[in-house]
C-alpha cells in the first residue's frame, strides 16, 4: 500500500509539475498576444503586430503539448486516486465540466484567429477575436483552480456514515482559498510569460540582432512582467493571510515556525540541526505576525499544536523560501529596466544587465514549480483537507513505478520535441525576413 502511495504521488507530481509549464504559457500567452496587437493597432506599428502574429504561431505548439499533458492528468486522476475522485467527483464535477467547455471556447476562437489574419479590411475586428480567447484560457486556469481550491478548504456537503448527502456544488466553487488561490494563478502565468518572452528578446539583442523589433518587445514584456510580478507578491500576501486563518499547520511549515508566539519571527533560508534548531538563518522580527494578520505582535500558530502525522513536510521552508527570493529579484529587475528606460540609462542595455534578464525567464518558471510543490506538498497529509487523508485516496495498483519510467520518457519527447519545433520554427522565419516581406519597418500589414 504504501509503496502504491509513494508512486502515485511520485508519478502525479511528475505530471503536473511538467504540464503546469505549459498550463502557464496557455494562460499567460493570449493576453500578451492581445497586448501585443493592441499596441500595433493603436500605434500603426508592423513590429508590435509582426510580435503578436509570431507569438500566436508558437503558441499553437504549446497548446498542442498541454491539450496532451492536461489529457494525461484527468486519466491519472481517475487512475491513480480512484477512492478520491468517488468522493470529489459528487461535488465538484461542474468546474471540471466548465474547465474543458473553456478549453473548447478558447480553441474555436484561436483557430478563427490563425486562419483569419489579413481577411478583415479593419484590423480592430481581428485583434477583437483575442479576446474570447484570452477568456477562455483565463477561465480554464479559473475553473481547475477551483477543483484545487475545493481541495484545500471543502465544503458544500455533508457525510453521515461514510456518505455524502446534501451536496451543493455552488457552494463546493466559492471556498474560502478560491480568491486567493485563481487571482495568485493568474497573475502568476502572466507574469511567467512576460520573463519569457523579455529573457528571449534579450538573449537576441546578446547575440548581437540588434533589431528594433527585438528591443520593442523586451520593453514592453518588462513592463508587463513589472505590473504582474508586483500583483503577484500583493496577491501572495493575501495567501499568507488566508494560511495563518485556515491551514496554520501549512504556513508553520512553510515559515519553520514551530512554537505559537506573539510577535513572530520570519525565517528566511536556514538549516535544520535537529527536528528544530534552525541555523544560519536570515531572521526578521515580529515580520511573520505581521505577515499572517497585518500585526506585528499577532499570536502565530507553532506547528508542534499539530499532531505529528499532521504535519506538512519541512521541505515546504525552501520552496517559499525559492519562490520569494525570485519574486522579489524579478520586481527589482523589471523596476530597475522600466524605470532606466524612462531615466535613460544606458547601462540597463548592457551585457551584465540583459544576462539577468534572460535568467529571469527560467527563474520565473523555478518559481511557478516551487510554487504548485508548496501548495501541494503543504496540504499533505491530506488530499481532500480534513476529510481524506492522501493514502485513502490512493490506488492500491502495483507496478506504477514503471508507468513513472514510461511517462518520465514521454514527457522528455515531448519536452525535447516541442524546443526543437519552436527553435526551427523561428529560426527557418527570421523577424528581416517576415517585416521585408510585409514591406518594412512601419505602417501595419493590413
Known amino acids: 500500500m504504501e509503496t502504491s502511495v509513494f508512486w502515485s504521488r511520485a508519478l502525479t507530481e511528475l505530471t503536473l509539475s511538467f504540464h503546469i509549464i505549459f498550463a502557464t504559457l496557455g494562460v499567460g500567452v ?11 493597432y493603436r500605434k500603426n506599428d508592423s513590429h ?3 510580435l503578436a502574429r509570431r507569438w500566436a504561431r508558437g503558441f499553437t505548439i504549446t497548446v498542442a503539448v498541454g491539450v496532451v499533458t492536461g489529457t494525461i492528468i484527468g486519466l491519472q486522476l481517475s487512475l491513480l486516486w480512484p477512492q478520491f475522485m468517488e468522493l470529489a467527483g459528487q461535488v465538484i464535477a461542474l468546474p471540471l465540466f466548465m474547465e474543458t467547455f473553456a478549453f473548447f471556447f478558447e480553441a474555436i476562437f484561436l483557430g478563427i484567429y490563425l486562419y483569419t489574419w489579413d481577411r478583415f479590411k479593419n484590423p480592430k475586428h481581428h485583434m477583437l477575436l483575442l479576446i474570447p480567447v484570452m477568456i477562455g484560457a483565463s477561465a480554464s486556469a479559473l475553473f481547475i483552480t477551483i477543483v484545487n481550491s475545493f481541495m484545500n478548504s471543502p465544503q458544500g456537503f455533508n457525510m453521515e456514515n ?3 448527502i446534501d451536496i451543493h456544488p455552488i457552494i463546493a466553487i466559492f471556498t474560502p482559498a478560491m480568491p486567493t488561490k485563481v487571482t495568485h494563478v493568474l497573475a502568476t502565468s502572466y507574469m511567467t510569460v512576460a520573463f519569457i518572452f523579455a529573457a528571449i528578446a534579450a538573449y537576441k539583442l546578446l547575440r548581437g540582432e540588434n533589431h528594433v523589433y527585438h528591443k520593442k518587445a523586451l520593453y514592453l514584456t518588462m513592463k508587463v512582467g513589472l505590473i504582474f510580478s508586483i500583483s503577484s507578491a500583493v496577491l501572495g500576501d493575501f495567501s499568507a ?4 486563518e485556515y491551514q496554520p499547520e501549512k504556513l508553520a511549515a512553510a515559515e519553520w515556525h514551530f512554537e505559537t508566539e506573539e510577535g513572530a519571527e520570519l525565517i528566511l533560508l536556514g538549516i535544520l540541526d535537529g527536528e528544530e534548531e534552525v541555523k544560519y ?3 526578521i522580527p515580529k515580520m511573520l505576525s505581521y505577515l499572517a494578520y497585518g500585526d506585528f505582535n499577532a499570536e502565530v500558530t507553532g506547528l508542534n499544536e499539530f499532531p505529528e502525522d499532521e504535519r506538512p513536510s519541512l521541505i ?16 527589482f529587475v523589471s523596476l530597475v529596466y522600466v524605470f532606466g528606460k524612462w531615466r535613460k540609462w544606458r547601462w540597463v542595455e548592457s551585457k551584465p544587465f540583459r544576462w539577468l534578464i534572460i535568467l529571469g525567464g527560467p527563474l520565473a518558471v523555478i518559481a511557478i514549480e516551487a510554487g504548485w510543490w508548496l501548495a501541494e506538498q ?4 491530506w488530499i481532500l483537507y480534513r476529510i481524506m487523508r492522501t493514502e485513502e485516496g490512493a490506488t492500491t495498483a502495483t507496478g506504477l513505478e514503471y508507468l513513472f519510467i514510461i511517462f518520465a520518457v514521454v514527457y522528455l519527447i515531448l519536452g525535447v520535441g516541442c524546443a526543437v519545433v519552436l527553435h526551427r520554427m ?3 522565419n527570421p523577424v528581416e525576413k517576415e517585416l521585408s516581406s510585409r514591406h518594412g519597418g512601419g505602417g501595419t500589414w493590413h
Not at 30 to 40: E, F, K, R
Open 30 to 40: 493570449p493576453l500578451l498576444i492581445l497586448i501585443a496587437q493592441y499596441v500595433g
Open 48 to 50: 508590435y503586430t509582426l
Open 162 to 164: 461514510g456518505e455524502l
Open 241 to 244: 493571510k488566508y494560511l495563518a
Open 281 to 283: 538563518a536570515i531572521r
Open 316 to 331: 515546504n521552508h525552501y520552496y517559499f523560501n525559492i519562490m520569494v527570493f525570485i519574486g522579489v529579484l524579478l520586481i
Open 378 to 381: 503543504g496540504r499533505q497529509p
Open 426 to 428: 523561428f529560426k527557418n
